[in-house]
C-alpha cells in the first residue's frame, strides 16, 4: 500500500514539474511580441499570405515564446483562410500536441472541424464541434460550435445515425 502511494505521488510530481517545465521554457521576446503582433494586423486586414509569412518566421526564429501557442493557431487560421485546409489542421494538431493546456484547445478543434466540413468530412467535422461542446471553455465558443452542429443537423446534414453516434460519444450535452 506504502509504494502505491509513493508511486502516485511520484507521479503526481512528476506530471506537476512536467506542467511547469512547459510553461518555464516560454521566455518573453519583444521581438516575437513584434512579430506577432504585425502578423495579426495583416490578418485583421486580410492579407493572409503575408499573416501565414510571418508567423512562419516568428515561429522559425522564436520557437518558445509568450506567443508561440497563440501564433500556432493564427498560423492554423490564415491556412484555413487561404483554404489550405489540410495545412490548417496540422498548425492546429500541432498546437495542441505542444501545448496540451494551452487556452486555444477549443479554438483549435473548432478549426479542425471546420476544416473537416470544408473537405466534406461530415461526420469528422461534427465529432470536433463535439468536443469542443464538451470541453471546459467559455460559453461563446461553446455556442459557436452548436450553431455549427445544429446547422449541420439542420440541413440534414447529419444522418440520424451519425446523431445517434454523437449522442452516444458525447452524451446530449
Known sequence: MKKTCLFLLFVCLLCINTAYAQTAELAYSQEAETLFQRSLA????GAYEDT???LQELLE???SNQRTSAAQLL?????????????????AVELQLNFPYSRYLAESDLLIGDCYFHQGQVYSAATQYGRVLTSRTEVRTKARAADRLGQMAGAERLSNRDIERLEGDFGRA
Open 42 to 45: 495583416r490578418y485583421i486586414r
Open 52 to 54: 501565414k509569412l510571418g
Open 61 to 63: 526564429q522564436h520557437p
Open 75 to 91: 498560423l492554423g487560421k490564415a491556412h484555413y483562410k487561404l483554404k489550405d485546409y489540410s495545412l490548417a489542421i496540422a498548425s
